[in-house]
């Protein structure tokens, strides 16, 4: 058998310019996204995972409600309502076309609609990092007023709204000293709510 001929491809030297800047970008992208990858792993990698942490955990306390206390007669002595918790994550607060919002414009907002000191909520904006409660038990003229700020800000990121209860005495000092009173985590402290806590922290009702 006679020997085969060898075949010689031969690429044009615009094909070689070609393939070379090919080549060439293609390296360029994987040596940068290798650069990338490294300063995000090694430089940021421990802020970030920080971060990520705080942005997507956070603790919220649910209050139950409580039952309702009235007197031999009927009338509702003491009473829980409906009110709602406001809670921020300044990092998240955004327009809706993702621009974060300049904390002072934050904190004049809420200081005027919760009627908080601007300082102090200007300084709790610019050193917390994840979600924090800025107004507690506030009643639904307050929480429509934030909403209505939000909507013509076009706000749409950043504030919840939770639900949550608040204990009131329709006869204010009527027999205060013998219904108490309750704390912050909506538990009896003295008086009835106190000595009835177990019964009315389940909800039920009782007539005295």
């Known amino acids: 058998m006679g020997r085969r001929k060898k075949r010689n491809i031969k690429i044009d030297s615009l094909g070689k310019k070609k393939l ?13 996204l290798i650069i990338r990858i490294g300063f995000l792993q090694f430089v940021q990698g421990a802020n970030l995972k920080e971060s990520a942490i705080k942005n997507q955990l956070s603790s919220k306390t649910i209050t139950p409600s409580r039952g309702t206390i009235y007197d ?3 009338k509702a002595l003491a009473i829980s309502a409906r009110v709602d918790t406001v809670s921020v994550n300044p990092s998240q607060i955004k ?3 993702g621009t974060e919002v300049n904390k002072e414009i ?23 990092n994840s979600d ?14 934030l909403q209505d700020w939000m909507k ?23 027999a205060s000293n013998l219904i108490g009173f309750t704390g912050a985590e909506n538990s009896g402290l003295a ?14 009702t009782e007539k005295f």
Request: charged share 20%; net charge negative.
């Open 20 to 32: 070379f800047i090919v080549l060439f970008i293609s390296f360029t992208l994987l040596f940068l």
């Open 106 to 128: 934050l904190a004049h907002a809420f200081s005027n609609i919760f009627k908080l000191n601007y300082s102090k909520v200007l300084k709790k904006l610019n050193t917390e």
């Open 72 to 74: 031999s007669t009927g």
């Open 191 to 204: 008086g009835l709510e106190a000595t009835l806590d177990d019964i009315l922290s389940r909800n039920t």
């Open 132 to 145: 924090f409660v800025i107004a507690e038990k506030v009643e639904n003229d307050k929480i429509t007023s």
């Open 95 to 97: 327009y809706s076309d």
């Open 152 to 174: 013509n800000n076009d706000i749409t990121s950043g504030i919840s709204i939770n639900e949550d209860i608040k204990r009131y005495y329709p006869y204010t000092n009527l």
